[in-house]
């Protein structure tokens, strides 16, 4: 049987396997599959933790909306105290929807447009996390045509290896995020002499899916030796923003705790008595989600066994895009489980359409299984490639259950696209 220890809200019951206090058979039955579904009690228990564990000094927790800008879900999280971290006008405008606090807000990302910086700036967001020097130029143009100030923090790359897949490794020098370390100093008097510019923070962020602690404590000595050099030149740093990345389990890896993570940390901030943030993506949402998919068909070849779902890398990217590993579970145990090693895949027509290779299930076509580990990035990512309509969202709470997004409709595929011109009438009418 699985290991369900990362997933204290799933267990199985009577070989039917719940989430909270909730059948995820029946949750097939009302909804339908694909289906994506959180807990509720899994995601405010992730978001306690981190809380917690940094209680003794001021902290904002800023919840990277990246990992899964469903509306409930941040207003949840609003709920619960959070902040958010932002990478476009489009995520700040969800936050704002879902009642987020806009003083709780930091925006990152390399690209920020005029025009998403004009709305910030407006919105009065907290801080932005600038990424080049272009970009300070360019916030603090915006700031004095609105005749407002900006408050800024300079996303710096520590340069520190953080052990985890390339693409998700970010803080190391020839990255494309954030700023050299051996120019922050500079970029720093520049900012100071700019009038529509509040030096605020300093902030780093080195990758994502981090399970070694060592990374970040370099990470934070780095940025600690710039905050020293600053106060030297007159400039005060009120808040420090270390990032997101705190992995979690997805197969047998051992995240970081979060008690380790804070006691690392705290013991090298008696310097610095300012504000600390984090922007946790997926340790929030991460393992507080799973994917429920239904077998179609089973079909052999000479060295596969396929079990093909009505899930697709439409709906879960990572395995295709990064060869991810998610654990795949049967929702309901047979009672002669002879079992077999299954290929799982979806209809895309894609070879590289696979959600887990070489996995051992005892599976039948319209058995369910669950994909787990698959709420960061996973609806998040998902598209409509091959015309696939994106899948529901069901939030669970103890033995209640809400419809949180509803799966697309052919019409919500085909509303932005335009039809009413012809540039061949003749053929058209022929
Ligand atoms: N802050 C910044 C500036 C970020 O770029 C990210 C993630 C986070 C926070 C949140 O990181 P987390 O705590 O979730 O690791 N699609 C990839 C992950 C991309 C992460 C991008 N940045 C995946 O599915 O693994």
Not at 58 to 80: F, W
Not at 230 to 237: E, F, H, Q, S, V
Not at 241 to 255: C, F, M, R, S, V
Not at 313 to 324: Q, T
Request: proline content about 4%.
């Amino acid at each position: 049987m699985a290991n369900l220890t990362p997933f204290p809200e799933l267990s199985y019951r009577q070989q039917e396997l719940y989430i909270e206090d909730v059948s995820l058979s029946d949750l097939a039955q009302v909804y339908g599959t694909p289906l994506y579904v959180y807990s509720y009690s899994a995601l405010s228990k992730a978001y306690r933790e981190f809380s917690a564990a940094f209680a003794s000094r001021d902290t904002m927790i800023c919840y990277a909306v990246k990992a899964n800008g469903n509306l409930s879900l941040l207003r949840e999280l609003a709920i619960l105290g959070a902040g958010f971290d932002i990478v476009s006008a489009g995520e700040l405008k969800r936050v704002l929807n879902a009642g987020g606090d806009p003083q709780k807000v930091v925006f990152s990302g390399v690209g920020k447009s005029k025009e998403e910086i004009i709305f910030a700036l407006k919105a009065n967001i907290f801080c932005f996390n600038i990424e080049s020097e272009a970009e300070l130029y360019r916030i603090h143009e915006c700031a004095s045509e609105l005749n407002m100030h900006a408050n800024v923090s300079f996303r710096v790359n520590p340069d520190v290896d953080p052990k985890t897949h390339p693409y998700i490794s970010t803080g190391l020098k020839n990255s494309k995020f954030g700023v050299p370390f051996d120019t922050a100093i500079d970029l720093y008097t520049k900012a100071s002499q700019l009038d529509h510019i509040l030096i605020k923070g300093i902030d780093c962020h080195i990758g994502s899916q981090i399970t070694d602690l060592n990374p970040f404590i370099e990470a934070l000595e780095r940025i600690l030796e710039l905050i020293d050099e600053l106060k030297r030149l007159g400039i005060t740093i009120s808040h420090l923003d270390l990032g997101g990345g705190l992995g979690i389990t997805y197969k047998d890896e051992t995240p970081i705790s979060l008690t380790a993570y804070a006691e690392a940390l705290l013991s090298r901030l008696h310097g610095f008595s300012g504000k600390l943030i984090f922007e946790p993506g997926r340790r929030i949402i991460g393992n507080s989600g799973l994917l429920l998919t239904k077998i179609e068909f089973l079909k052999h070849s000479p060295e596969h066994q396929f079990a093909i779902v009505d899930a697709a890398m439409n709906d879960l990217v990572r395995p295709s895009l990064y060869d991810a590993w998610h654990e795949i579970i049967e929702v309901k145990h047979h009672s002669n489980p002879a079992s077999y090693q299954f290929d799982v895949v979806g209809p895309v027509c894609e070879t590289g359409d696979i959600l887990g290779s070489r996995r051992q299930l005892s599976a039948e076509p319209g058995d369910l299984l669950a994909i787990l580990s698959t709420g960061a990035y996973g609806a998040a990512m998902s598209s409509n490639y091959n015309a696939r309509s994106r899948a529901s969202e069901v939030l669970v709470y103890k033995d209640q259950h809400y419809l949180i997004s509803q799966r697309e409709s052919f019409d919500d595929l085909i509303q932005r696209e335009l039809t009413d011109f012809l540039t061949q009438p003749a053929l058209s009418k022929s």
